[in-house]
C-alpha cells in the first residue's frame, strides 16, 4: 500500500521538529514498518489513514506514539565490549584517582533504550567498587515505551542472550515466566528518567563524570549533533568523560571537545574552560540512596547549566523534563 508523499513529508517533519531525528526521502518504507501495527491497533484501513487521523489538533498521542514508534531501539549488554573493558580497566582508575572518595560517581546513559547500557555498568561498577565507594547512574531516553522498560528490568531470554555474560545473569538476574527480571541491588543505583536531547536540557541535572551518548547521534543532522554535545559538556563535572558510539565523533561537530584514547577506546573531555556550567562548582547530590536527578517538582537543586538556555522548539512536550 506504502505511505503517500505528503503524509510522509508530515511525519518527517513532525519526528524531526520533535526528536531531532533525520528521516529522508526514501525511508518511507520504515515509516509504513513502523506505523502499520499502530494503524492495525487504532482499526484503521493503513498507515496513511492513521496519519491523517494524526493531524487533527486533538491527536496528541497519536502523535507522540509515531515520534516514538520512529526511533531505534536497538541495544544489548555490554555492547561494543572493547568500550566496557577499556571504561573497566583505562577509564575507571582514572576517574577514582581523581574523584573525592566522599561523594558518588555520577553517570548518565543519555540514549538508555531499554536499559542494557546503564545495568552493565551497574553490574560492572559494583564489581570493581565494592561497597565503600557509591555511584548513582541516570538513564534517559525520548521513549517512554523504553523507559517503561527498562525501569522494569525485566527482559526476554532472546535480550539476555544478546552480550550478557552467564556469571552477571547468575549473580543479578531471577526466572520470571520465560525472562528474566533484574535484582533490586541493580536497580537500586539507576534511575530511568524521561529527556530529549535535541531540547534544552532540565533543570537540575547534576554534573556527570561519565556520559555515555552512545548510537543516538547519527540519527541527528550536524547542527542538532552540534547542540546537543554543548549541552553535554555543560553537564559534565571537571575531568568527566563523554563516550560516544564507536561510529560516531564529536571531531569537527564540537571543538570544546577533544580526543583522548584511553586502552582499547576514544573517550573526550571538554578542553580547558570550554564546560560551562559545572566546572566551578561542587556537584549536587544526597549522600545516599537512590540516585540524585531531581524531578520537575524539584526545581530547588542547583543546576549543572547556566539557566538561559532559550525554550525549546518541540511543541510535543517531548523534551522530557526530568
Ligand atoms: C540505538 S538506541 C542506543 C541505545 C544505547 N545507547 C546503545 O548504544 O546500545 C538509540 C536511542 O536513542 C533514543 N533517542 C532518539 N532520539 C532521541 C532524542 N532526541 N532524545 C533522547 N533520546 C533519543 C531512542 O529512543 C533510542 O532508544
Known amino acids: 500500500m506504502g505511505v503517500g508523499p505528503s503524509e510522509f513529508t508530515w511525519v518527517s517533519d513532525l519526528v524531526r521538529r520533535e526528536s531531532a531525528i533525520v528521516l529522508p526521502p526514501g525511508k518511507e518504507y520504515l515509516v509504513e514498518a513502523r506505523l502499520l501495527p499502530l494503524a492495525r491497533a487504532a482499526g484503521l484501513a493503513g498507515v496513511d489513514a492513521y496519519i491523517r487521523a494524526a493531524q487533527r489538533p486533538t491527536s496528541l498521542a497519536e502523535r507522540r506514539a509515531i515520534v516514538e514508534a520512529l526511533t ?25 584517582a581523581d574523584r573525592m572518595a566522599h561523594r558518588p560517581l555520577r553517570i548518565w546513559s543519555a540514549a538508555a533504550s531499554t536499559g542494557q547500557e546503564a545495568y ?32 522494569q528490568g525485566r527482559y526476554t531470554q532472546m535480550e539476555v542472550n544478546r552480550g550478557l555474560p552467564a556469571r552477571y545473569l547468575v549473580q543479578y538476574f531471577q526466572r520470571a515466566g520465560t525472562g528474566w527480571q533484574v535484582s533490586p541491588e541493580l536497580q537500586r543505583n539507576i534511575q530511568f528518567r524521561e529527556l530529549n536531547l535535541a531540547a534544552p536540557f532540565p533543570p537540575g541535572l547534576p554534573a556527570f563524570d561519565v556520559v555515555f551518548l552512545r548510537n543516538v547521534l547519527i540519527y541527528f543532522d550536524t547542527p542538532t549533533k552540534q547542540t546537543t554535545l554543548r ?25 570544546g571537545f577533544e580526543l583522548v584514547r584511553m586502552g582499547d577506546m576514544s573517550a573526550y573531555r571538554p578542553v580547558s574552560g570550554s564546560a560551562f556550567g559545572s566546572a566551578s562548582r561542587p556537584p549536587t547530590g544526597q549522600a545516599s540512596g537512590r540516585p540524585s536527578v531531581p524531578s520537575a517538582r524539584s526545581p530547588s537543586v542547583p543546576s549543572a547549566r547556566p539557566s538561559s538556555t532559550p525554550p525549546s522548539g518541540p511543541s510535543l512536550q517531548l523534551s522530557g523534563r526530568i
Open 72 to 96: 531505534t531501539n536497538e541495544t544489548s549488554w555490554f555492547r561494543d565490549a572493547t568500550v566496557f573493558a577499556s571504561f573497566r580497566r583505562d577509564m575507571l582508575p582514572r576517574l577514582l
Open 231 to 255: 549541552r553535554v559538556r555543560q553537564v559534565m563535572a571537571p575531568g568527566g568523560w563523554l563516550v560516544l558510539g564507536t561510529a560516531e565523533t564529536a571531531r569537527g561537530i564540537d571543538d
Open 120 to 151: 552493565s555498568l551497574a553490574m560492572l561498577l559494583i564489581e570493581e567498587l565494592g561497597p565503600a565507594r557509591r555511584f548513582e547512574i541516570i538513564g534517559t531516553d525520548i521513549a517512554r515505551g523504553v523507559l517503561e522498560r527498562a525501569r
